[in-house]
Each structure stands twice: as C-alpha cells, then as structure tokens.
C-alpha cells in the first residue's frame, strides 16, 4: 500500500542531544500526525497538524506542517532516555485512511 | 473498558490454518480500523466500519482475510489458510468521529507469527 517517505530510518544519540525527522508525500494532506510506538504497544499520537505552515509544541517536542502540504517534520529538543522508540508519521486527507511512514527507530544513550 | 482491547496478544500458528482475532472497541466509538503492521514497517490499512454502513475493505491483501464487526461493537478479523507473509502485528483503532485522525485510539495489538 502506499506509505510516506519517512527518514531517517533510525538514530542513535547521546541524551540531551536534539533530534530531527522528517516525511515527504508525493500527495498532499489535509492533516500530519505524528505518533509514538513503545514495544508491545499500539501507536500514540503525539502532535496532530491540520492547517499549512502550522508549528505546534507538546513540550520538547515541536512538528510542523509543511507550506506544500506534502512534508511534516518532527524535532524533539534535549532527548532523555524515556524517548526511546518508534517515531510515525501519518498523513490523511480527504478519507478516514491514515497513510503512515516506515518509521524513524530513536535510540538514546545515557 | 478504557481503551481499546485486543486480543490475543500473541498467536503462533501453523501455516495453512485459520486464525480470528478479536477487537473490542473503546465503548460508544462508531468507527473501527483494522491496520497490519509488518516488521521494520508502517502501518498498512486494512480494514474500515462505520455504523451500519457497508465496510471499506479496499485495503484486504487477498480473500483469505475477512473481517465482521456485530452490533457496531466488537470486530473479529479472520485469516484463512494463514502464509507465512501473513506474519505481522495486527492493530486496531477506534473513534468517535469518523474521519478525524487525531481521534484514533489505537489497541496494543496481535503479533501474528505464522511458522
């Protein structure tokens, strides 16, 4: 099925470092989710984007909706080790589907 | 319950047999995703209910898998003559109000290993 291009793949940083990751869509979206995926469990949203250009926080966190409604990025700012997981994200448009990215695995050393 | 319920969490079956996994939607959510999530992948659609209307099935891979939701509340995803490609973890979701992505309540999941 058709998923975004979501990079990079997986990062290794040392904690208190921050971290960036993006997606890009040959389509472009109505809203940008961005979720987190702890092991053995579902995802959880962390920030939901719906207008152009919009920056929103959620504490360390900060995501932003690209001018071209086809890329979204996600910062997370002085990482800790409780950040450690899988980081998604997801377009929709004008359906109820969610089209999510592969993932961006985040490792953080202490 | 809270939040939405999934179950088994875990399912080692053999190839070629039949497996049902079960949904069970947070309470008043009219809407029902059903997601595939392959290893090192995204989620992929599957499957979508929404009230009485007909089912969006568009994203099944093959005939082999189906999927019932009865009295709008719990779902039951089945997986006929299971392939070792079937191997994945299966996620459900629920909201209140269809369409709106943010509102999706996703389960923990059915890890599916077929051998």
């Known amino acids: 099925g058709q998923q975004l291009n979501q990079s990079p793949q997986s990062m290794f940083i040392q904690e208190g470092e921050d971290v960036s990751m993006n997606c890009t869509s040959s389509?472009?979206?109505?809203?940008w989710l961005w979720y987190k995926q702890d092991p053995g469990e579902g995802p959880v949203l962390l920030i939901a984007?719906?207008?152009?250009?919009e920056l929103t926080s959620n504490g360390r966190l900060t995501a932003q909706f690209g001018i071209t409604r086809k890329d979204s990025f996600l910062n997370i700012s002085a990482s800790i080790p409780s950040d450690v997981g899988i980081y998604f994200c997801a377009g929709q448009g004008s359906s109820y589907k969610l089209i999510f990215g592969s993932g961006t695995r985040l490792l953080v050393r202490p | 319950g809270a939040g939405v319920s999934q179950s088994p969490s875990n399912k080692v079956t053999e190839k070629g047999k039949d497996v049902e996994l079960r949904c069970d939607p947070i309470s008043g959510h009219t809407a029902l995703y059903w997601y595939r999530q392959s290893l090192g992948q995204g989620l992929e659609f599957l499957i979508y209910?929404?009230?009485?209307?007909?089912?969006?099935k568009s994203g099944l891979p093959s005939d082999r898998f189906s999927a019932e939701r009865t009295g709008g509340s719990v779902s039951t995803l089945t997986i006929q003559r299971t392939q070792q490609e079937d191997s994945a973890v299966y996620l459900c979701?629920?909201?209140?109000?269809?369409?709106?992505?943010?509102?999706?309540?996703f389960g923990s999941g059915t890890r599916l290993t077929v051998v």
């Open positions: 209910f929404q009230g009485n209307s007909a089912p969006d």
């Open positions: 984007l719906y207008k152009a250009g």
């Open positions: 979701a629920s909201s209140l109000a269809p369409g709106q992505g943010a509102s999706y309540t």
């Open positions: 389509s472009i979206f109505n809203t």
